[in-house]
């Protein structure tokens, strides 16, 4: 009896493991300081005060696909239909171009009186993108560990937002310990949320 416990046990040990490594062992990839330290923005012209509203919403999709990719880049916006009444309950679906990704963002009027419109903007996932991971976990972990690792990740890539990735990044404690961290994308970026 005592053999079949140990081998259940040591079957739900090995099914946690995932595709990263043990907590005591550093994952794949170095976390390098990052490049720059300004924040992300689309490499694009921000419209004027005069440009028509659809145009000031696609800038602002822009704005939030690159904070949320945590990397500026240059962006596209289209939105279909190409106008709006700007009528309570109005619906637009804009795709956001990324670095050869597509990010679909559901844009509906929740408000509209005299004062303006009030919208609810919607991604249909998450842009995650390895240099942006890595930048936001050096920043925020940097000056509490060493060794700073990562698992290796795509250069860039769709993914469901605010969800566990199953990617991993871990630092070294003072004393040698790692403590390793679920990868998750917000809106507001790369989120880290220890495992």
Same mark, same amino acid.
């Given at each position: 009896? *005592? *053999?079949?416990?140990?081998?259940?046990?040591?079957?739900?040990?090995?099914?946690?493991?995932?595709?990263?490594?043990?907590?005591?062992?550093?994952?794949?990839?170095?976390?390098?300081?990052?490049?720059?330290?300004?924040?992300?923005?689309?490499?694009?012209?921000?419209?004027?005060?005069?440009?028509?509203?659809?145009?000031?919403?696609?800038?602002?999709?822009?704005?939030?696909?690159?904070?949320?990719?945590?990397?500026?880049?240059?962006?596209?916006?289209?939105?279909?239909?190409?106008?709006?009444?700007?009528?309570?309950?109005?619906?637009?679906?804009?795709?956001?171009?990324?670095?050869?990704?597509?990010? =679909?963002?559901?844009?509906?009027?929740?408000?509209?009186?005299?004062?303006?419109?009030?919208?609810?903007?919607?991604?249909?996932?998450? =842009?995650?993108?390895?240099?942006? =991971?890595?930048?936001?976990?050096?920043?925020?972990?940097?000056?509490?560990?060493?060794?700073?690792?990562?698992?290796?990740?795509?250069? *860039?890539?769709? =993914?469901?937002?605010?969800?566990?990735?199953?990617?991993?990044?871990?630092?070294?404690?003072?004393?040698?310990?790692?403590?390793?961290?679920?990868?998750?994308?917000?809106?507001?970026?790369?989120?880290?949320?220890?495992?």
């Amino acid at each position: 009896m *005592r *053999r079949i416990v140990i081998a259940a046990a040591g079957l739900l040990l090995a099914a946690g493991c995932g595709n990263s490594s043990s907590a005591d062992e550093p994952l794949g990839v170095p976390v390098p300081a990052p490049a720059s330290t300004l924040p992300p923005s689309p490499m694009v012209s921000k419209p004027g005060p005069q440009t028509g509203y659809l145009d000031r919403i696609k800038y602002q999709l822009q704005e939030k696909t690159v904070v949320m990719a945590n990397l500026s880049r240059r962006t596209s916006a289209r939105c279909e239909p190409n106008g709006m009444t700007g009528a309570a309950g109005e619906e637009i679906m804009c795709t956001v171009g990324y670095d050869g990704l597509k990010l =679909v963002w559901k844009i509906t009027v929740t408000k509209a009186d005299q004062t303006g419109l009030a919208l609810d903007a919607r991604p249909s996932g998450a =842009v995650l993108t390895r240099e942006g =991971v890595f930048a936001a976990f050096h920043q925020q972990f940097g000056p509490e560990g060493r060794d700073l690792r990562c698992d290796d990740m795509p250069k *860039r890539e769709l =993914v469901s937002l605010g969800k566990d990735t199953d990617y991993r990044c871990q630092y070294q404690e003072e004393g040698g310990g790692r403590v390793t961290f679920r990868v998750g994308i917000s809106e507001g970026g790369p989120v880290f949320e220890e495992a």
